[in-house]
């Protein structure tokens, strides 16, 4: 794809990957992913992250079509995640840079993932300030967003805040700004990406955005490393980040689970009729149906998640535990937990469900809920009692 100019001598120089489908377990089946890179064009020619190893020569076409590579002066590395940095030993060998700007921690991890012998790596800390010519760059460190070494690199003339995965979406597009595209799409792709990415770093994400707000940054464009520029929609996005921060959540319950002959599902859907008789939205999702990162998605403004298996083999079916410890690294706070599933002779799943939503910090006001092989009339009736028992201790909530 064309270089992008996306304000004044900085140029998008990234790369598309239309065919991502996984990243560490998060599927972005639906939309592939971009690797952006920007090169500004000043005095001192300044390349800001790099991309995938596998799209080197993207890069170096990118970058090529406006500078001979030998010209670029800096590398700034705001983040150190191989999605960012896998070219980089490749750009360094053919630009030969005069300096890396990297965090504390992003030089530690250069370090441990290049080996590098010679690298002019220099640290620069929050506050610190880069002159390129008639440009400068602020430097700002985002620990934890997504990494320990993550930070932001703020050029003041221009208002732009390159924000490397903070501000993401997995979108593939050669339509790289927001209002090119319908927003609220948009604003669901950066929802999934959070939930995904960056919501177990959710305090963090506060804490930065209270540091932009206390250093008076201006900003008019923010550039991330993933998907769409927003230069339109500046603050929407800054302020569902706020919003998602505080994990703000809506009387919402994602019903969760897998099934072997039905009778869990039935359960499933049963439990759904009592939340929905208080006025509860719900989603049913089939773990069959849906990928993990899909239900996460739904979790992230959910005030309840409640879990079925059937006991399969002294267990939790196999689905189940994947979420479950998916979701748990993930960290949701503050959300009201049920089990329930169906059994034979052992029933031991919904059990230990409880155990891991109790161990994920969930609160959890009714015991397991397990019914013997398939539910009838009766059996469904409770079923529907925990829905509407549910259904009340979120509407507590609000
Ligand atoms: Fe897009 Fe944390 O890497």
């Known amino acids: 794809m064309a270089v992008v100019e996306i304000k004044e001598n900085v140029f998008w120089v990234g790369a598309i990957d239309w065919n991502k489908r996984d990243f560490h377990g998060y599927s972005q089946t639906k939309e592939g992913t971009t690797y952006n890179a920007y090169l500004v064009i000043d005095e001192k020619i300044t390349l800001f992250d790099c991309v995938d190893e596998k799209f080197k020569w993207d890069l170096y076409h990118q970058i090529a079509s406006l500078v001979p590579l030998e010209k670029i002066d800096y590398i700034v590395v705001n983040h150190v995640e191989m999605d960012h940095s896998g070219a980089l030993p490749f750009i360094v060998d053919k630009a030969k840079p005069e300096k890396i700007f990297c965090s504390p921690m992003g030089k530690e991890f250069i370090q441990a993932h290049f080996h590098p012998r010679n690298w002019p790596l220099e640290v620069v800390k929050t506050g610190d300030e880069l002159i390129l010519g008639k440009n400068k ?10 990494w320990p070494d993550s930070m932001f690199s703020y050029l003041p003339e221009l208002k732009l805040l390159i924000s490397n995965d903070a501000f993401g979406q997995n979108i593939a597009s050669n339509l790289l700004f927001d209002d090119q595209h319908p927003l609220e799409d948009i604003l669901q792709e950066a929802k999934h990406y959070y939930a995904n990415i960056i919501l177990p770093f959710s305090p963090l994400v506060k804490k930065t955005l209270n540091k932009v707000e206390e250093l008076g940054l201006e900003i008019e464009m923010i550039a991330p490393d993933h998907g769409l520029i927003w230069r339109s929609h500046v603050k929407d996005i800054l302020g569902l980040y706020g919003e998602m921060s505080e994990q703000k959540l809506k009387p919402k319950a994602v019903i969760v689970y897998d099934t072997m002959w039905s009778s869990t599902e039935k359960m499933a859907k049963a439990i759904g009729e009592g939340l929905n008789l208080e006025g509860i939205e719900i989603k ?89 092989f398939v539910p009838e009339h009766d059996s469904l009736a409770k079923c529907k009692e925990l829905g509407l028992n549910l259904g009340k201790k979120i509407k507590e909530k609000f």
């Not at 760059?137 to 997504?146: G, I, K, P, S, W």
């Not at 689905?319 to 002779?345: C, E, H, I, Q, V």
Request: proline fraction near 6%; charge should be neutral; include cysteine.
């Open 137 to 146: 760059v602020q430097f700002l460190e985002a620990r934890m967003l997504h």
């Open 284 to 372: 049913l999702m089939h773990l069959k149906k849906f990928h993990h990162s899909d239900v996460m998605g739904e979790v992230m403004d959910a005030a309840a998640v409640i879990c079925g298996s059937p006991t399969h083999n002294n267990n939790m079916l196999p689905l189940m535990a994947d979420f479950l410890t998916y979701m748990k690294g993930l960290r949701p706070s503050n959300r009201l937990g049920a089990t329930f599933g169906s059994y034979g002779w052992s029933g031991e799943a919904p059990k230990l469900m409880q155990k891991v939503l109790e161990e994920a910090n969930f609160e959890l006001p009714f015991e397991p809920l397990r019914i013997r």
